[in-house]
């Protein structure tokens, strides 16, 4: 979807963050980060005008943002007015003020409702490096608070990663203590996408670190068996993870206890711009196996699905929610990076590239078409979200952005990404 041809501000009283997307599949919400400790006395070039939309503020002509012989990252003059010209709208706007607990409420907690109502889900983030995808989603920073004993005793940073887990067990304790018909289980996984090749974060199997980068620290990575994970179709065009270790958990606690195992298994480097930079795409999911009985049962009895009579067995629905964690798009002569980190930033920024021309493919289709061929198996992170994307998944993109000057030309090509998302039917 196009901005907002105006540059004023919407007189409209209505909360978007409490409403789905009219036309979109794809709800898409913009956080603008933060400004870092070191940074606070910085101007800010992104204003959100409306809870659903923000302009970008065109800093002065002799800024060394639009000179190359000062700064690598410069850019055209031209493209910084144009993207100033129009009011970009989106279905939520946050500002940097804006909390974990309120994002938490109005981008992710419909999604939860959904997932437990046996509705595939999906919430990915999108952004440059360094833009506020690990301080909103934490996926890969869990902390000893987000494994509390309930959704209101995590902190205030704590990801909707986490918040999200607390809600989703905290939804299926009250199912199982009302309703005695249903037999409930939900099972992890947890698969990064490193140099096009899928790793299995729960997999027991390690091998030594064989990074040989001129970085100035190595990569992190411990756990290698994408031999054996690969995505496939079931009988019905469904798709799946085969060979990705799958573990049943009882509580929140137990899966976070696994997000945090895998996520110090992920692939992490050093490079100018972020000190523990994700080297991958990262996939924390959940699935979701209700059984419909055709008689009540005691909560104990149900406890294992085993124990369930086959003439007591009804109806099977299934779910499934993808935790999707992309990392950061990289502009290479930013990054300064050589050697493996080098490969991984092109390996990385030909998946995002990919993802754009699907999404493009998707936003400009009309409803129904069928003549339309979508790249979808032109990588594999594009594969693996083809449901997500063009499917009948809930899905929430939340795309971080930095109002930094210096952060100016990602953070337009983040706002351009998000709008054509806005676009998929």
Request: hydrophobic residues 35%; charged residues 20%; neutral net charge.
């Amino acid at each position: 979807m196009a901005p907002a041809s105006s540059n004023q501000p919407s007189d409209s009283k209505e909360n978007p963050h409490t409403l789905l997307t009219n036309s979109s599949s794809v709800r898409v919400a913009v956080r603008i980060r933060p400004n870092p400790t070191s940074q606070q006395d910085h101007a800010s070039h992104l204003k959100p005008f409306s809870a659903s939309t923000l302009s970008v503020i065109c800093p002065d002509s002799n800024s060394s943002l639009f000179s190359p012989s000062e700064n690598p990252n410069a850019i055209s003059s031209a493209v910084v007015a144009a993207a100033a010209d129009v009011l970009w709208e989106y279905d939520s706007v946050w500002p940097q003020d804006s909390t974990q607990d309120h994002i938490f409420e109005s981008e992710v907690e419909p999604l939860v409702n959904a997932f437990v109502q046996g509705f595939n889900a999906t919430l990915f983030a999108y952004g440059q490096t360094g833009s506020g995808k690990s301080l909103t989603n934490a996926i890969a920073s869990i902390t000893p608070s987000d494994s509390a004993i309930s959704l209101s005793d995590l902190s205030a940073t704590s990801g909707m990663v986490s918040r999200a887990i607390h809600a989703i067990f905290a939804k299926l304790e009250e199912t199982r203590a009302c309703d005695c018909t249903q037999s409930l289980s939900i099972k992890v996984s947890f698969l990064e996408l490193h140099n096009e090749e899928w790793v299995d974060l729960l997999k027991e199997k390690k091998k030594p670190n064989s990074a040989k980068s001129s970085s100035a620290k190595p990569t992190t990575s411990t756990n290698y068996c994408h031999d054996e994970v690969t995505i496939r179709e079931d009988k019905d065009g469904r798709l799946f993870i085969h060979g990705a270790t799958s573990i049943l958990v009882s509580d929140a606690e137990s899966a976070l206890k696994l997000l945090a195992k895998g996520s110090r298994l992920r692939t992490t480097a050093a490079t100018s711009m972020n000190e523990t930079s994700s080297r991958s795409h990262a996939i924390f999911s959940l699935s979701l196996t209700i059984l419909q009985m055709t008689a009540p049962m005691s909560p104990l009895s149900i406890s294992d699905r085993s124990t369930i009579p086959n003439e007591n067995r009804g109806l099977v629905i299934t779910s499934k929610f993808h935790f999707v964690d992309l990392a950061g798009s990289e502009r290479l002569k930013r990054t300064q990076s050589v050697g493996d980190r080098k490969t991984e930033g092109i390996s990385i920024n030909q998946g995002l590239l990919v993802l754009g021309r699907v999404i493009n493919c998707l936003s400009e289709m009309k409803p129904n078409a069928t003549e339309a061929v979508v790249p979808y198996r032109d990588s594999k992170l594009t594969r693996f979200l083809q449901d997500s994307l063009g499917g009948n998944s809930k899905t929430v993109m939340l795309a971080c952005v930095s109002s930094l000057e210096a952060d100016l030309p990602e953070s337009i090509n983040t706002l351009r990404y998000a709008s054509r998302a806005r676009g998929i039917q």
